[in-house]
């Protein structure tokens, strides 16, 4: 009896179809197309999720330079914002992070400041205080067609 059965499955070839290999390779190839730009989607947040934290890390390099200058933020600028933390970078680098783009006193009595930090994306994100009210305003500008971290409307603070 199991000779019989040894012979015949020897006998006998199984495995897949063509029709059967198609059938799961178009089924991995959809797959993978809704997955892949969903994954490049995320990076791009994630870049710009790293701009935020610069740009959060640059406003207290900031205030911290106002101590320093009795409440004046005159003396505010990349360089200086950079000299107060050396985590806050100026240029872009190889590969590109997140940088300090522009910072500036803002008013007449530089007693507010605007700073703007550039993604490796392209996306920028600034921060904005308010010379008379001291409000504090987030914006951020799209440099291509993926938004990235920044929202429809341009503001994530």
Known sequence: MLLKLRERMAREESGFTLIELLVVMLI???????AIPTFFNQRNKANDSSAKEMAHT????AETLATDNNGSYATVSPANLAAVDSSVRTTAGTPPKPYVSAAAPAGTNNTGWDLTITSSTGNTFTISKDPASGALSYTCTVAGTDRGGCP???NWG
């Open 28 to 34: 991995i190839g959809i797959l993978a197309a809704i």
């Open 58 to 61: 640059a406003q207290v390099s």
């Open 152 to 154: 429809t409307g341009g």
